[in-house]
């Protein structure tokens, strides 16, 4: 896809701060939505261009119940027409909860005298690992507070702790970070361990409210957290995860400055993020916020169907803080990643027994605490394509989020096939009898609308050599 120049501001450089409040409240003043605008920014991405600030400002400040509507319509539109009905499943393994920072809306702030502190040891990574391998999953994405003790050494190793865990037919194919920014060494060396995406919210992009938030520690920079992502690209990674923490300021500002972050990405290093996050403020072990940007569930999903139209080349991750409800309508209009089987917990995922939550011991409240199982179920359910696919990022496809998004008939050629074949590998070693139904029903209907896929009979072969035990076969 051609990028758009009028989104690109000659201030960008890599390393240099890029947010300019004014710009952005300045954009955001002048936008007046009306049906004419509101149908031709939406009809702009439908034809698969980026939106301009400009373009967004106006989304963002539409508050007429029909123009929303057909915000709402436009994104599951762009969802439908371009992404169809894959969803790819991970799960987040918090590895440690130490962290010298104070941001006061996290139960791992270091203030906190409640917070029950642990680091997983190597085998206890092990065991971990080897439970979430025994439910199915095969992506994961790691977490870590901001401590000297998870220095980029030790994350690397822990990247490959977690790539040599196997169990049965079970392995992690891809390991995802989210962690403290780091220099640009200790960049490449978790580069080099073999993630997938590294991922980093910048929270707020207001910064007042980022001064606020942040009382103590290294995250109490603004600027140093806000080109972390330049420096990652400049050590080589080029596969990136950007989010803002709905609630803490205006979300209407928060918008925007995640759409300026994806222009400073695109004018500085040609590519934008890999996967864009909207978590929302949920409750936490001893937090100190204020209550007047908490964002309504209606509010939540206008943001949704935002930023789908806004950067509609980009996956966008949508977490287990949400409940169930609201995953399910949210869904719709643009998500293509979501967690299932959660359990933020430090070492849960090899307990055998259910725990109540105890916010003392985890970051924050989750809301959906569904086995994967039960997701899987759900999704097949609802005509949605579970998928599991780590092909792209295997075969060295990088860009895949482009490829899908602008390559014509990328989707069919590969996501679609993968999916099935990752499907199809979970229904034959880890779904009971009701969800192994209902997935090769789901399996059989998405292989006959694979219209003009000349490999068909190649993927129903692929299929077979599965269900006779072979694993690990993509496109
Ligand atoms: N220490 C790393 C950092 O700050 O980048 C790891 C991030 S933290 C483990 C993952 C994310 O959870 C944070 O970036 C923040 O957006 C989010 N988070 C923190 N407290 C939260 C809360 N109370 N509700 C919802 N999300 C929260
Ligand atoms: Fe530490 Fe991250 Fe929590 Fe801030 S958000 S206190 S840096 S774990």
Same mark, same amino acid.
């Given at each position: ?213 942040? !009382?103590? %520690?290294?995250? @109490? ?7 972390? *992502? #330049? ?6 990674? +080029? ?105 933020? !917990?430090? %070492?849960?995922? @090899? ?7 105890? *916010? #003392? ?6 809301? +959906? ?107």
């Amino acid at each position: 896809m051609k990028f758009n120049p009028e989104n690109y501001n000659i201030k960008d450089q890599p390393g240099l701060p890029f947010i300019d409040q004014e710009e952005i409240e300045r954009i955001l003043g002048a936008a007046i939505p009306d049906r004419n605008s509101v149908e031709r920014i939406i009809q702009k991405s439908l034809n698969k261009q980026r939106l301009s600030m400009q373009d967004v400002a106006v989304l963002v400040n539409t508050t007429d119940p029909e123009l929303i509507e057909l915000i709402k319509e436009g994104a599951k539109t762009l969802k439908e027409t371009v992404y169809g009905n894959r969803i790819v499943l991970f799960a987040p393994l918090y590895i440690g909860n130490f962290c010298s920072n104070n941001c006061r809306y996290c139960g791992f702030r270091a203030s906190n005298p409640h917070a029950e502190r642990r680091t997983l040891s190597h085998n206890e990574i092990i065991k971990n690992v080897e439970a979430l391998e025994e439910n199915g999953q095969k992506r994961l994405i790691l977490v870590y507070g901001e401590h000297k003790t998870y220095s980029a050494d030790y994350i690397a190793e822990t990247v490959r702790t977690v790539y040599q865990v196997k169990k049965g037919n079970g392995e992690i194919r891809r390991v995802n970070i989210n962690a403290a920014p780091m220099d640009l060494e200790g960049f490449k060396k978790v580069h080099q361990a073999g993630i997938g995406t590294y991922q980093i919210f910048q929270e707020t992009y207001h910064p007042q409210t980022y001064k606020k938030y942040h !009382e103590g %520690g290294k995250k @109490a920079n603004y600027e140093y957290r806000l080109t972390s *992502l #330049d420096t990652a690209f400049q050590a080589g990674i +080029d596969d990136v995860g950007i989010g803002a923490l709905f609630g803490l300021y205006d979300w209407r500002f928060e918008v925007m400055g995640l759409v300026r972050h994806v222009n400073h990405l695109e004018a500085c290093f040609n590519v934008g993020p890999h996967t864009i996050s909207f978590p929302r403020l949920q409750n936490a072990s001893d937090i100190d916020i204020d209550e007047d940007y908490l964002v309504s569930d209606e509010e939540f999903v206008r943001i949704v169907a935002i930023l789908r139209l806004a950067v509609p080349y980009t996956g966008m991750i949508l977490t287990a803080r949400e409940p169930r409800h609201i995953r399910d309508e949210v869904l719709q209009f643009g998500c293509s990643q979501i967690d299932a089987g959660t359990k933020i !917990e430090l %070492g849960a995922y @090899a307990e055998e027994f259910k725990q109540a939550q105890n *916010l #003392d011991k985890e970051q924050f409240l989750i809301r +959906d605490d569904r086995s994967l199982n039960e997701v899987i179920d759900e999704l097949l359910g609802h005509g949605y394509l579970p998928s599991f696919c780590t092909a792209c990022y295997r075969k060295g496809r990088t860009g895949e989020h482009f490829m899908e998004f602008s390559v014509p008939g990328f989707i069919k050629r590969y996501c679609t096939p993968n999916a099935i074949l990752t499907l199809a590998e979970y229904l034959m070693d880890y779904a009971p009898e009701a969800t192994k139904e209902k997935g090769w029903k789901v399996i059989t209907e998405n292989i006959m609308q694979l219209n003009g896929f000349n490999r068909k009979d190649e993927l129903l072969n692929r299929i077979e050599r599965i269900r006779q035990g072979e694993r690990d076969i993509y496109f």
